[in-house]
């Protein structure tokens, strides 16, 4: 398959699409490989980024999605009526924190960082689908896992969690000195 024809079949299931598609996913149904795919779908946002077109294509993690450009946003508001997400209290952003650098992550592990009920503040982020349900771990009462989603990378504007700053992870009582390392 030339290049050209890629792109064009990439933008066509990206647009159709409407989510972030997996580069592996993309390359099945290309039939080639996953490097050409990335390779394409990579010059094709370059292109997109130069030309200041309306629309751009995002790389997050391993998958590519179709989104409008942020120059674009006060146009697609008033266009679609829609409004702005709600911010994060102090305390969703502080639980979406915990989850983030720590997930899989469970709602008593998020208490025990934050040393309050978190309950309100993890229910709320599912609501805004800032984090979504991960399993459950395998102990008495099997409590729920957490993790981030890849609408809280577009909301945070990162393409994956390497990008998080490091921080100085909690190790139950004592502060240990690390990277995001297991994120």
């Known amino acids: 398959m030339e290049r050209e024809e890629m792109q064009r079949a990439i933008e066509a299931v990206l647009f159709a699409a409407g989510e972030r598609i997996d580069a592996a996913r993309l390359a099945m149904a290309l039939e080639t490989d996953v490097d050409e795919v990335m390779a394409a779908a990579d010059a094709l946002a370059d292109q997109y980024a130069y030309e ?17 450009s ?7 508001t008033k266009a679609l009526e829609t409004r702005k997400p709600p911010k994060l209290s102090s305390s969703q952003l502080e639980a979406l924190t915990i989850i983030a650098y720590y997930q899989p992550a469970t709602k008593a592990m998020v ?4 040393g309050v009920d978190s309950s309100y503040s993890i229910s709320a982020l599912m609501n805004k689908r800032l984090i979504e349900e991960a399993g459950r771990l395998n102990v008495p009462g099997r409590p729920i896992q957490y993790r981030t989603t890849d609408a809280f990378l577009r909301t945070f504007g990162l393409t994956s969690l390497e990008e998080l700053p490091p921080i100085e992870k909690v190790s139950f009582g004592e502060p240990v000195e690390e990277q995001k390392e297991g994120c």
Do not use: C, P, T
Not at 70 to 76: F, H, N, Q, T
Not at 111 to 114: A, D, F, L, S
């Open 52 to 68: 200041r077109r309306g629309i751009r294509i995002l790389k997050l993690e391993q998958g590519y999605q179709m989104v409008s």
């Open 70 to 76: 942020g120059e674009m946003a006060d146009y697609v």
């Open 111 to 114: 208490e025990q960082i934050r």
